[in-house]
């Protein structure tokens, strides 16, 4: 059996899409965890595995305005390490059986395998999760609720990679100003948070070091972990609080940005 570890993803799927049309079977592999124990018991065959692990494109976790990002190359050991992910999704990934494995198996392997006792699935689908996949025809987005079709099988078309694992923002943020038309001062504001507080809550912090002044790169980012500061999320079932925290402080810059572009002088 051949091994393949392509750099980049265009690779990874030339390489299955190539080997498929020669008659030859690819199969994908990120930690090998289940695929090993495939292998080795008969269960699976191929011809050529190709190695995810190393893709740049299915690597990261990222929180930003539109929510989480987990690349599907990573591993559960870094999900079970995180204290700013969902609660449900990190307490999935540290039920994963042991160190070992947890080093080197992958959520998108986790999710990819399909199996009917994968801990971090019912997570995912509880979150709302989405998978993107990709393949030489491009990419796709699947509703984790409609990805799983029966033990060990999904929607994955042969040939098709999950690159990521998306979750939309917990929160919403909201932003009134005006500015004063000569000088571009913030005049008048109001920014509010929801799902960080029992209520909806002013950001009050926030507002107090942005008004009077021109807003610029570093006052948005110190008006942005102001707000990170002064809410009092909880972590649930569907987000914990520094993921809360973190998605407040990305979207307050966002809709700032969006505000001050509505605002400029002339414009209030
Ligand atoms: C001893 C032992 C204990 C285990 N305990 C648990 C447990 O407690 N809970 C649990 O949920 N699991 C458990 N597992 C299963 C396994 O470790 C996990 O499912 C792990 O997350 C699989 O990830 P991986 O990267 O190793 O997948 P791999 O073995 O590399 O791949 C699994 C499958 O997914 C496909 N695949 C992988 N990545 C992609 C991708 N990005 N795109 C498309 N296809 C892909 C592969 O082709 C393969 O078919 C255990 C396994 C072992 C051996």
Avoid at 1 to 10: A, D, H, N, S, T
Avoid at 79 to 87: I, M, S, V
Avoid at 116 to 139: N, Y
Wanted: proline fraction near 5%; aromatic fraction near 4%.
């Amino acid at each position: 059996m051949e091994y393949f570890v392509p750099r980049l993803l265009g690779e990874a799927l030339r390489c299955a899409r190539d080997e498929a049309a020669g008659g030859r079977r690819a199969r994908f592999v990120a930690g090998g965890t289940d695929l090993a124990v495939q292998l080795a018991e008969g269960a699976c065959a191929a011809d050529i595995l190709v190695d995810l692990s190393a893709l740049p494109e299915l690597q990261g976790i990222r929180i930003d305005e539109e929510g989480l990002r987990i690349g599907a190359a990573v591993t559960i050991e870094e999900l079970a390490a995180r204290t700013d992910l969902p609660a449900c999704l990190v307490e999935g990934a540290r039920a994963i059986g042991s160190p070992q494995i947890r080093s080197l198996g992958t959520i998108g392997g986790n999710v990819c395998n399909a199996s009917p006792c994968g801990d971090t699935l019912a997570p995912v689908i509880v979150l709302g999760g989405r998978f993107g996949l990709v393949s030489p025809e491009g990419r796709r987005e699947v509703p984790a609720e409609a990805f799983f079709t029966g033990p060990k099988a999904t929607v994955l078309r042969e040939g098709e990679i999950l690159s990521e694992v998306l979750f939309g923002a917990q929160v919403n943020v909201a932003v009134w100003l005006e500015c004063d038309p000569r000088s571009g001062a913030i005049r008048s504001l109001r920014a509010a948070a929801g799902s960080v507080a029992p209520t909806p809550i002013r950001l009050a912090r926030a507002e107090a070091l942005l008004l009077g002044r021109v807003a610029g790169e570093e006052l948005e980012r110190a008006a942005a972990e102001a707000a990170a500061e002064e809410i009092r999320p909880i972590s649930d079932v569907r987000a914990s609080a520094g993921y809360r925290r973190a998605v407040t402080a990305a979207l307050l810059r966002e809709a700032l940005a969006e505000a001050l572009a509505a605002a400029r002088p002339g414009r209030s």
